[in-house]
């Protein structure tokens, strides 16, 4: 463990010296005066102690969830908030430093990897990726498809198309990962939980407005709200209803940062409305849901689910893939597919400004072909594409009311009605709660 002493002065003194040399090198000696004071000065004292402790936590699996729930909120803020001052260009370089930092950590906390917004760097290539290549593609993905991704880009990488090329990877919450690029992290390829995740992007002119001009309407895999619970479900979970018992303790993250919880949010809501309840009966059900039984809200569904497995609550709102990776992986849990439920699609997207669009369309085209998708389905996911989505229909049965954003009037409807930063009706039942909220 990195003792805080040393990192502050690790920090003070390579952020000052190293940045110094290089950013000067790179962007001229002005910026780089501005950057030293902004870095040294502002990442020193406001982030440095909490990516420390974000690291630790996420690469000690074993110690629970995060205790320093402002320092979830903290290094999950866009890079325009944590350094109001410098341009995108100069975020940049300052993402560049968190990124080393964050590593340099994973490292010396037993070699983990946490599940918050951190970038795993170069050291993550794709594993069966030949030494020396000359293509490196940065993904930038959502918390929960970690295994999947790994397992997709070692394979790409044994085929024609992927023969050379390697992968850095960093995974998050889909907002905070979102926010990440557009205020200038590095990615050729970005996956995400949400498509307004995917459209904030398009606006900036990050992400090309054909993105979803294909046969999959640039989704990558679908899956579906479920409940996670104990073994042997002790609460008799299986409805909807049954999570607003009093009594009942429920786990999702926080609608700000994370997809998955817009997901789960929209499952609830939109189930209730399939019951027959008026839209306003749907909203008092989730509010009653946030306020009266959610007692944890995470930054991400991988730290949600990290949560409760360490023991905390009765159930847990999660995409289907992570309540199988987790059964799998022996944790004493079962989930239940409720009734009325969302489809979970998840967009996936090369960007305008890199380096290496033909090797990251042909990633992209890849994983849309039959061997990709299943390994969608092998890693949990529902596949998008017809001929392997038939295979493994009866791992994937369909619930009896399923329904997609478009029923509740798609996703820029949804977005301004419900988690709009100022005025969504979620948003505002979330402050009124006195629970974090971030820019959307």
């Not at 983990?112 to 930038?140: F, H, I, N, R, Y």
């Amino acid at each position: 463990m990195i003792r805080e002493t040393k990192f502050r002065r690790d920090v003070g003194r390579e952020v000052a010296a190293d940045m110094g040399r290089e950013v000067a090198a790179d962007m001229g000696r002005e910026v780089a005066a501005d950057m030293r004071r902004e870095v040294a000065a502002d990442m020193r004292r406001e982030v440095a102690v909490d990516i420390r402790r974000e690291v630790a936590a996420g690469a000690d699996a074993a110690s629970g969830p995060i205790a320093d729930r402002s320092s979830a909120w903290e290094i999950s803020r866009p890079m325009s908030e944590l350094f109001p001052t410098l341009t995108r260009k100069r975020r940049r370089g300052a993402l560049t430093v968190i990124a080393t930092i964050a590593t340099a950590g994973a490292i010396a906390a037993c070699g983990g990897s946490s599940d918050t917004t951190s970038t795993s760097g170069a050291a993550a290539t794709s594993s069966g990726a030949k030494s020396g290549s000359d293509t490196q593609l940065a993904l930038v993905a959502y918390s929960t498809p970690k295994k999947a991704y790994d397992a997709l880009t070692g394979a790409f990488a044994q085929t024609s198309a992927g023969e050379g090329v390697t992968f850095s990877q960093s995974f998050g919450a889909s907002g905070s990962q979102s926010r990440a690029v557009d205020s200038g992290q590095p990615a050729d390829v970005v996956a995400f939980s949400t498509t307004p995740d995917i459209t904030r992007l398009v606006k900036d002119g990050i992400v090309a407005k054909s993105w979803d001009d294909n046969a999959f309407k640039g989704i990558s895999s679908d899956s579906v709200v479920v409940f996670v619970v104990r073994k042997g479900n002790p609460k008799h979970i299986t409805g909807w209803d049954d999570l607003i018992k009093p009594g009942t303790d429920v786990v999702t993250p926080n609608p700000s940062t994370s997809g998955s919880a817009r997901w789960n949010i929209l499952a609830g809501y939109g189930a209730e409305l399939k019951e027959g309840k008026s839209p306003a009966a749907a909203l008092a059900y989730v509010k009653t849901l946030l306020t009266k039984n959610v007692s944890v809200q995470d930054s991400s569904a991988s730290a949600a689910l990290q949560t409760f497995t360490s023991g905390k609550g009765d159930a847990l709102l999660d995409y289907e893939s992570d309540a199988i990776a987790a059964e799998k992986a022996g944790d004493a849990i079962q989930y239940i597919v409720p009734k009325q439920t969302i489809l979970i699609q998840t967009p996936i997207a090369v960007t305008a400004k890199s380096s290496h669009t033909a090797k990251a369309r042909a990633f992209l085209n890849w994983q849309w072909s039959a061997a990709g998708q299943a390994i969608w389905a092998e890693q949990g996911y529902r596949p998008v594409l017809a001929s392997v989505a038939s295979q493994y229909a009866s791992k994937f049965p369909t619930p009896p009311q399923l329904f997609t954003i478009k029923f509740l009037g798609g996703w820029t409807k949804v977005k301004s009605t419900f988690f709009d930063p100022s005025k969504g009706e979620i948003t505002k039942i979330e402050q009124a709660a006195g629970v974090p909220t971030a820019s959307s």
